[in-house]
């Protein structure tokens, strides 16, 4: 029975960017690490050892006491939110740390060119760590297989295809070469597919599947674990905070997929009570404010930011 104090914690690498790293576990019970997409260092030869795909969330386990000592892999790398929550739910608690997000999605001009800055410098940052890990390799500063080269490469080209409509953000569309036309009228297809299109079909099909309060009925799951940072996410882009009521937060949503997107209203109907634009954060149960009726991701939000997880997990940034 020795050793049992020093059984290492399950390491989380994040990125406070990252939703699916935001699904909700703290210190106590995982040790978060930073990798900074923005700089690259999910590139790196030593996070590509843990997890080949260079993603986040991914949370490392130890073996300790699993595995005969000779054995070189004392921990497993989980690198899929999903899996990676299933484990960690079976050694539950809760947790805590921030979240920094900004910027709308871009279907028009305006709205590219106000998210250009900060995207740009984020790509930026990833495109000099990859040059910067290439050339590396090419230099035999350091050795790395045919594969992670390939990866570098074709993250590279990825991070540039991004980098042309952003750099040029700026410019009118006479001004903007071939190429760059190109760019904007596929970037403004895509962002344009995502949102008017495939989100607005993900989140009506949510709509109508949830059982209420909570996905599968009375009792939170990990299904609401995965909507939460989802859903906080997507209303964080669309211009609303954590503090949002669940009518405020689905009709910023509503408005920002556009289109005169709308979800149904059907779901719950609850007494009238006083509609403020909070959430009680008091750990009790939310009310359920207004006086007719609300969707049923409408009430979701407003179970989920009732409880004190949500605080600590997206409170501070308000
Ligand atoms: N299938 C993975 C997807 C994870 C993923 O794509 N994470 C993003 C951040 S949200 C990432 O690490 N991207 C790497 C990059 O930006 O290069 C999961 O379920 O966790």
């Known amino acids: 029975m020795s050793g049992s104090n020093h059984i290492p914690k399950a390491v989380l690498y994040y990125d406070a960017r990252s939703a699916w790293s935001l699904a909700g576990y703290g210190k106590d019970e995982l040790e978060p690490r930073l990798v900074e997409l923005s700089k690259g260092e999910n590139f790196s030869p030593t996070f590509l050892r843990l997890n080949p795909k260079g993603t986040v969330p991914t949370l490392v386990v130890p073996f300790e006491n699993t595995l005969p000592a000779d054995m070189e892999s004392r921990y497993k790398a989980i690198t899929e939110t999903e899996a990676l929550i299933a484990f960690l739910d079976k050694s539950r608690s809760i947790m805590s740390h921030t979240h920094t997000t900004s910027a709308a999605p871009a279907p028009d001009l305006p709205a590219l060119r106000t998210v250009a800055p900060a995207v740009s410098a984020f790509l930026k940052g990833r495109k ?24 570098w490469l074709e993250k590279k080209k990825a991070t540039e295809d991004l980098l042309t409509p952003l750099n040029e953000a700026d410019k009118g569309d006479p001004e903007l070469s071939e190429v760059g036309r190109k760019a904007r009228e596929e970037y403004f297809e895509k962002t344009k597919a995502a949102w008017e299109v495939g989100l607005a079909l993900v989140l009506n099909e949510i709509n109508k599947e949830l059982i209420g309060p909570f996905a599968l009925g009375e009792q939170i799951s990990i299904v609401d674990v995965h909507l939460a940072a ?64 609300k969707s049923k991701l409408a009430a979701l939000w407003d179970a989920l930011a009732g409880r004190p997880s949500w605080q600590n997990v997206f409170g501070i940034r308000g």
């Open 128 to 151: 000099a760590a990859l040059e910067r890990y290439l050339s590396e390799n090419e230099g035999n500063e350091i050795r790395v297989s045919e594969k992670t080269k390939k990866f």
């Open 230 to 293: 989802w859903l906080h996410e997507l209303v964080i882009l669309s211009g609303g905070t954590a503090q949002d009521s669940g009518v405020v937060a689905m009709s910023r949503l509503e408005e920002h997929v556009g289109g005169g997107f709308a979800f149904a209203k059907e779901g719950v109907s609850e007494a009238p009570t006083a509609a403020g634009a909070t959430t009680s954060s008091d750990g009790s149960t939310p009310a359920l404010a207004t006086t007719g009726s």
